[in-house]
């Protein structure tokens, strides 16, 4: 009679433990799903596989979940196995190019023919980045993390985060101050 007892305890307990995991779960992905999106796609700059990698790394959180000890954390938790899921597309050896280039993508957010066409630079400009200034750029942009926080992720020293910062700014810097950027020619 008592095993009994103890194991409806038991399994109370574990329904409960799998009820509070559940929502934990279901909390992070309503909080943090778009932004784990977006860097996805910045990374591949295909919505498809974007959408994979997105995918693969919240069922990664879901089995990981207990070791996330500090929701404030999440963010960056997640961010450091999108990355992992990213290279690991690589490691596969798929090469499934998209056949539209990311910045022709419509941006719904911008409302004036001068948004579109400065949104339509940026993105150009960015992508044109070597890897090691994009990266932590659009982390520091898109994610809104911090030297640190970018340093944790990208396993690096923080001075070297900030100077490919700093690079990857006056990389843009330059572009923006390029003649045919300001409707200048050469010759």
């Known amino acids: 009679m008592f095993g009994s007892l103890r194991k409806k305890k038991t399994d109370v307990a574990v329904l409960s ?10 909390s992070l992905v309503r909080a943090l799903h778009t932004d784990i999106f977006r860097y996805a796609f910045w990374l591949c700059g295909d919505k498809h596989v974007a959408e994979d990698i997105t995918q693969e790394t919240f069922l990664r959180a879901w089995r990981a979940l207990d070791s996330l000890k500090d929701d404030k954390a999440a963010k960056a938790w997640l961010i450091t196995i999108l990355r992992r899921e990213n290279a690991r597309r690589f490691e596969r050896k798929q090469f499934d190019y998209s056949d539209v280039e990311q910045e022709l993508l419509e941006d719904v957010f911008s409302s004036s023919n001068e948004d579109q066409t400065e949104q339509y630079w940026l993105r150009r400009q960015i992508g044109k980045l070597d890897i090691e200034y994009r990266e932590p750029l659009l982390l520091q942009l898109i994610g809104g993390f911090s030297g640190d926080e970018i340093a944790d ?11 490919r910062l700093f690079r ?17 020619s050469n010759g």
């Open 153 to 163: 992720m990208l396993e690096l020293n923080r001075n070297t985060v900030m100077t």
């Open 168 to 184: 990857a700014r006056n990389q843009l810097k330059e572009a923006l101050e390029a003649p045919e950027v300001r409707g200048q």
């Open 17 to 26: 433990d799998m009820v509070t995991k559940q929502r934990r779960y279901d």
